[in-house]
């Protein structure tokens, strides 16, 4: 499934290539393919190309808004914390696999676990809370 | 104010991932001020009303580029800043329209990598993101191994 078909982002803004799974044991499964050719690699650097951290964050981001929008109206869900913890480098040439699992804390809290591979080695770990938008105002009103 | 300005000359990071355009207030060993201007990247930041998350903690990591670079020394020809660690709080969303500003200050510094403290807010001074960041600086070394 091509994620440009699935987000609501226009491309560059795109950070993951294809979907592979939503919904399997191991999680929600997306993969990004790196390329010396990568609109933001002009910029990191110009002499020489690694692939930012950050987008590695934002990859994870749009596999977990994927899996939002296939089960629900994503755009209620907004994100309070990310935990990230970069552990490899990523260079042109590498096919990042981003594998995401959610722990749904309760009807409006979720946490979702989500890291990324190449090959054997995991580059990039991340936690990102999620909080149903509302759900607080509501709580509070009803106290 | 032009002294402050050329502390972007530190900044290896430039267009179209470059979310740092102008360092406004640098005190040594103590804090650096900075804002962004998203308006001329916007087409290729998605095109939506909010400015992603990321770009937001991006832009502050930039800063602690920079603030590592004057409190240490810096970078030198082989040699690149990376990322170690992200914690961030997000308190609000920025409008992909409106300047953002940046504080930061550093927490602990070693040799080749620090850990900072910061936040973004926009320019009606709305508490965007906190963020804890630790920023290595790495030899780029060789992928022919």
């Known amino acids: 499934m091509r994620a440009e078909h699935i987000l609501p982002y226009a491309k560059p803004w795109v950070m993951i290539d294809q979907i592979r799974e939503l919904d399997c044991t191991e999680g929600t499964v997306s993969m990004k393919l790196i390329s010396s050719s990568d609109f933001f690699l002009q910029g990191h650097f110009p002499a020489y190309s690694v692939y930012p951290g950050m987008l590695l964050v934002e990859g994870i981001r749009q596999t977990i808004n994927c899996k939002l929008q296939h089960e629900t109206d994503a755009s209620k869900w907004k994100e309070h914390t990310i935990h990230s913890r970069f552990l490899q480098p990523v260079l042109p040439g590498d096919s990042v696999k981003y594998i995401v699992q959610r722990n749904q804390v309760d009807e409006h809290d979720a946490v979702f676990h989500g890291a990324g591979w190449v090959d054997e080695h995991k580059v990039i770990q991340v936690m990102i809370a999620y909080r149903k938008e509302g759900e607080e105002n509501e709580a509070n009103s009803r106290h | ?145």
């Open chain 2, 1 to 145: 104010m032009d002294n402050v300005q050329r502390l972007l000359e530190l900044l290896p990071q430039q267009y179209p991932f470059r979310f740092v355009d102008k360092v406004t207030l640098y005190e040594q060993g103590s804090l650096m001020q900075a804002t962004f201007n998203p308006v001329p990247l916007q087409p290729y930041l998605g095109r939506g009303d909010s400015l992603p998350v990321t770009v937001l903690i991006e832009g502050l990591a930039q800063v602690a580029v920079m603030l590592t670079q004057l409190e240490t020394r810096p970078l030198v020809p082989g040699e690149m800043p990376l990322l170690g660690k992200v914690q961030a709080t997000i308190s609000d969303e920025a409008a992909s329209d409106q300047p953002i500003c940046y504080e930061l200050a550093p927490e602990r510094i070693w040799q080749r990598q620090a850990v900072f403290s910061g936040h973004v807010r926009s320019v009606d001074d709305r508490l965007l993101l906190s963020a804890t960041l630790a920023v290595a600086i790495a030899d780029k070394g060789s992928d022919s191994s």
